[in-house]
């Protein structure tokens, strides 16, 4: 069964600093789609950034990087410079491109950025 | 573009009583999900729609939920008879195509059940 892990609750991290959030995914077919997502306080879900299981370079959006190790099955989210408005909950999530495109996520890691 | 729209933002409602939240789709978009995302939690894919056929509705629970997508566009979520649990938000998102391409998602409605 396909399943998201996010074992990090809660982060506190310094202003300017960089971050990793981690993300481990589990699927046993070869065609599947990976997301960052970010929700601020307010609730609506922001787009982050998108994998693909076939991409061979990693995404980068911005200050956002996607560590993506196939092999280990992780797709960790990078956020580089981290601001004091990167505090957020942030959502991994898959989508399996072969299984009706059914999309799940983690249950989240709070990041707290501190001046 | 217009992003997709939900409505109620906001619903409170007695335990046993009833409620429906509709969501209109970014036009175009063929795919239409409902998640429930309670505190604290990631979003919970409650049905998946791809034009106005169920492709998902396995985590549904159907004694009390329904959903559905008149016309491939427009969506409505109905729970009937509301328990406390179900206090979340309902989260709608749409999506160009099945395959690709991130999700677009509404503001949510967030329903308290007393």
């Known amino acids: 069964a396909q399943k998201i892990t996010q074992t990090q609750p809660g982060m506190f991290v310094q202003e300017k600093e960089a971050v990793t959030l981690d993300c481990t995914y589990d699927t046993s077919d070869q065609s599947y789609g990976l997301f960052w997502y970010k929700q601020p306080s307010s609730g609506e879900m922001i787009f982050l950034i998108y994998q693909g299981s076939y991409d061979e370079q990693n995404a980068t959006e911005g200050r956002y990087s996607l560590n993506f190790q196939k092999a280990r099955k992780s797709a960790n989210l990078v956020i580089s410079a981290s601001q004091l408005g990167d505090s957020a909950m942030y959502f991994c999530?898959?989508?399996?491109?072969?299984?009706?495109?059914?999309?799940?996520f983690g249950k989240g890691t709070r990041l707290h950025i501190l001046p | 573009e217009a992003g997709v729209a939900q409505s109620p933002r906001y619903k409170i409602i007695e335990k046993r009583q009833s409620v429906a939240f509709w969501c209109n789709p970014i036009s175009g978009h063929a795919t239409l999900y409902w998640y429930q995302q309670i505190l604290g939690q990631g979003p919970k894919l409650l049905i998946q729609?791809?034009?106005?056929?169920?492709?998902?509705d396995s985590q549904l629970p159907k004694d009390r939920f329904s959903a559905e997508r008149l016309k491939g566009v427009d969506s409505t979520l109905k729970i009937q008879p509301a328990k406390l649990e179900d206090s979340a938000v309902y989260l709608c998102a749409s999506s160009r195509y099945s395959g690709a391409g991130e999700l677009f998602f509404g503001e949510g409605s967030r329903l308290t059940v007393l």
């Open positions: 999530a898959m989508r399996d491109l072969n299984r009706d495109d059914k999309i799940i």
């Open positions: 729609f791809q034009n106005n056929g169920v492709v998902d």
